[in-house]
């Protein structure tokens, strides 16, 4: 245990040596959230009514700083390290040390969570709080939210391992990874919010698992979902995908002895 | 204008190189061409969703947003094929290769453009290419000869002021650590923000993308007269018919900049 909290903890102390990035990266989530919370107020501007699909022009905007600011914690854009180090071979010596390799790479995708938590999110959100009036969440809510924030953290990474994984088989990552990495931007609710889409697509966009890194926390934080049972998508996630990254896990490592014999 | 020509004829060949090497690799580049195209297609996937929510964007229609995201993605992409060294020019600081380049006999800018030629990036410019037929196909446009050359001097135009911009982002690196993501901002984050009528923003947000940054140029204002729409109250209508001159003008001060950056580079290098 002790061992995956110092990989963590390094994953952190790394991202924190690169300030100049950090605030680049801030200034590029906040030029998005510019973006997006015009198009809703030329979007609202033409219709008459005050919500739509359940969003209120101050929750559309919210929306925007908060998407912003999720995917720089949930890193909804698949970091391909693991897959580079399959490519280099670096993975079978990682197989071989002793610890347990997924819940390593977990570690430091953990890390790196936390820290953009802090020093991404947060600063983004700000900026979208104070010019753009994004909400904050009544008091009660946060311990919910941060439930599924954690829930999110955990199902994103999953799914990203798991597509790195396949690296083992097809040893060219790009186009697995870019094609996983766009089904989860726009599944997840990251382009335009699930409520929004028809319903043969919502209701696709609702038995994938990607929902559960942006949309429900996000339903959270803007209050549109309040009791404890919408933590149950992530929680099934987390575990089923777990469990498939486990087996998938064994399979490769199966498949390096096997050729590396 | 002869440096011109060689600079040209010299890019083709150093191109066709690069080409052929690509193609031992056909199936590799073919799935890189697809998820490209997924990639972005994502992208216009979100705003035909807003439009199942929302009637109108401030008055512009689908088909009409579509438009404007066709031709900017269409010359973004072109663009792309084109910078991928740019993009990558403070490797070339780094790794001392700048040096290399600037030894040899022959234009550093020729030298950079045709370092490599990422061919997945058509998978973006066929999507750009679909939806402007979606666009045009869903739209009653009077066509006539000067439209249709507008439209084309747009596309050059637009091609023209990317190619500058990443030109200048990849100079900048030159005094300062690396700005890829600050770049990112005027390029990719350029060809998102004018996706949408530039009507929709601020003032002060506006006038930076016409007179800083003429990103204005590469879509929105010609698309007001190719579509007869009215545009910006304070603007004239016929600065829409001026394009390819801002975006010549636009290249040419970023290529004295780029010369300029250079100059410096090997003054500081002894």
Known sequence: MRLYYEVGRKAFQRSLAYKLATLTGIIVN??????????????????????????????A??????????????????????????????????????????????SKFAGNSFYA?????????????????????????????L???????????????IFNLTTFWTLNPTGMLTLGATLQMFFSGFIVPIAYMPDWLGWLANVLPFQAVISIPMQVWLGQRQSWDVLLPQLLWSIVLWGAARWLTGRAMRKITIQGG | MTRVWEGTALYFRLVNAQLRGKLQYKANTLIQIASHFMVTFVDFAGIAVLFNRFPTLQGWSLNEIAFLYGVASISFSLAMLLVRGFETFDRYIQKGELDRVLTRPLSPFVQIMAAELPLHRLGRLGQGLLVLIFAIAGLKVQWDVAKILLLLMTLLAGILIFVALFTLGAVSTIWTVSTAELTNIFTNGGAYLTSFPLSIYQEWFRDFFIFVVPLA??????????????????????VGWLPLPVGVVFMGLSLWIWEYGLKKYQSTGS
């Open chain 1, 147 to 161: 439930m599924s924030l954690l829930l999110s953290v955990i199902v994103s990474f999953l799914i990203g391992y």
């Open chain 1, 117 to 145: 938590c802090i020093f991404r999110a947060a600063p983004t959100y700000l900026v979208g709080f104070l010019l753009f009036g994004a909400q904050l969440p009544h008091l009660s809510t946060w311990p919910l939210f």
């Open chain 2, 217 to 238: 140029f590469i879509n929105y204002l010609p698309t007001l007269i190719i579509l007869d729409k009215s545009g910006l109250a304070d603007w004239p209508l016929w």
């Open chain 1, 61 to 106: 905007i919210s929306y925007a700083w908060l998407t912003q600011a999720l995917i720089t914690i949930t890193q909804i854009w698949f970091d391909q390290e693991i897959s580079k180090t399959i490519v280099s071979g670096d993975a079978v010596s990682d197989f071989s040390k002793p610890f347990d390799y997924q819940t390593f790479w977990f």
């Open chain 1, 30 to 59: 906040s030029f998005f959230g510019y973006i997006h919370s015009y198009i809703f107020v030329a979007v609202y501007s033409t219709v008459l009514v005050s919500t739509v699909a359940g969003f209120s022009l101050a929750q």
